[in-house]
Nanobody, 125 residues
Framework: QVQLVESGGGLVQAGGSLRLSCVAS????????MGWFRQAPGKEREFVAR????????SYVDSVKGRFTISRDNAKNTVYLQMNSLKPEDTAIYYC??????????????????WGQGTQVTVSS
């Protein structure tokens, strides 16, 4: 059973930083891509960033490019999302996600089969 547990959310002022962590268990972490998504009230779940199995390939939604960085530590079964220069529009519940297949590595939430419980990020203006 794959389990994903996020942490690191909180309340921060605009311009501040947070680092989210997601610890995975239940299978060989290093074989799979990982993704971060977010969902704001009244909006659909949105892709934020993804990283391939080795950490050598990443991609981001345009709105966070240059501000957010996704990374992973396969020895710790952990994926991170470093968020800098936060804006009020970044306020959302952030979820990490993992696909069932080792060859899946997209930005579509439907490509991901396992989800964490989410961590709230609130950015005040």
């Amino acid at each position: 059973q794959v389990q994903l547990v996020e942490s690191g959310g909180g309340l921060v002022q605009a311009g501040g930083s947070l680092r989210l962590s997601c610890v995975a268990s239940g299978r060989t972490f290093s074989r799979y891509a990982m993704g971060w998504f977010r969902q704001a009230p009244g909006k659909e779940r949105e892709f934020v960033a993804r990283i391939n199995w080795s950490g050598g390939g990443t991609s981001y939604v345009d709105s966070v490019k240059g501000r957010f960085t996704i990374s992973r530590d396969n020895a710790k079964n952990t994926v991170y999302l470093q968020m800098n220069s936060l804006k009020p529009e970044d306020t959302a519940i952030y979820y990490c996600a993992a696909p069932a297949n080792s060859y899946t590595s997209g930005s579509n939430p439907n490509d991901y089969d396992y989800w964490g419980q989410g961590t709230q990020v609130t950015v005040s203006s």
